[in-house]
Antibody, heavy 119, light 110 residues
Framework: QLQLQESGPGLVKPSETLSLTCTVS??????????WGWIRQPPGKGLEWIGS???????YYNPSLKSRVTISVDTSKNQFSLNLSSVTAADTAVYYC???????????WGRGTTVTVSS | QSALTQPRSVSGSPGQSVTISCTGT?????????VSWYQQHPGKAPKLMIY???KRPSGVPDRFSGSKSGNTASLTISGLQAEDEADYYC??????????FGGGTKLTVL
């Protein structure tokens, strides 16, 4: 059974870079059928798509975050990662990773990890 | 890329039916047959309930159904049960390999 697990610091200082990793188990990140994505949810608010990556390294980003986001993949470790630069308190959120069937839907989600931006 | 519009809250009694709307534009909901719906209980990750407008993943009860007309998609839950109380989010493909979520709807089972 495919499982995704987010990991990374729970506290990041303003203006620094938020870095998270999603480890995929029970299946290969190199599957040609899927993309791998990041979604976040600020406290008490809705879901926001951050971006997606294909195992080949092709990336797609939310236009509103594109200037600050980098998503990368490490097929040897079955992991993909999120870097969000120049963070502010507005980036405080639960960050989820998920398996995406192209742009159609996200069918397997990690449990999420809470990241707080504060000095 | 603006968030899709959903009602902030809906409610219904056990056994009744409720419908949650999701309004976008011709650049997202109206332009593609790739609308999905997610159920989220407090403190939990979202769960896929509907994809490709009206398809149900294995294991999702047939009480959940989806449809679309023009720029508006809908999720209907029939035979409401207490465990259906949750937040529901729509999501649509928005072109150029991007997706956009709705603002979310809180369903209360009275």
């Amino acid at each position: 059974q495919l499982q995704l697990q987010e990991s990374g610091p729970g506290l990041v200082k303003p203006s620094e870079t938020l870095s998270l990793t999603c480890t995929v188990s029970g299946g290969s990140i190199s599957s040609s059928s899927y993309y791998w994505g990041w979604i976040r949810q600020p406290p008490g608010k809705g879901l926001e798509w951050i971006g997606s990556i294909y195992y080949s390294g092709t990336t797609y980003y939310n236009p509103s975050l594109k200037s600050r986001v980098t998503i990368s993949v490490d097929t040897s470790k079955n992991q993909f990662s999120l870097n969000l630069s120049s963070v502010t308190a507005a980036d405080t959120a639960v960050y989820y990773c998920a398996r995406a069937n192209w742009g159609r839907y996200m069918d397997v989600w990690g449990r999420g990890t809470t990241v707080t931006v504060s000095s | 890329q603006s968030a899709l519009t959903q009602p902030r809250s809906v409610s219904g009694s056990p056994g009744q039916s409720v419908t949650i709307s999701c309004t976008g534009t011709s650049s997202d909901v109206g332009g593609y047959s790739y609308v999905s719906w997610y159920q989220q209980h407090p403190g939990k990750a979202p769960k896929l309930m509907i994809y490709d407008v009206s398809k149900r993943p294995s294991g999702v009860p047939d009480r959940f159904s989806g449809s679309k007309s023009g720029n508006t998609a809908s999720l209907t839950i029939s035979g409401l049960q207490a465990e259906d109380e949750a937040d529901y989010y729509c999501c649509s493909y928005a072109g150029s390999y991007t997706v956009v979520f709705g603002g979310g709807t809180k369903l209360t089972v009275l």
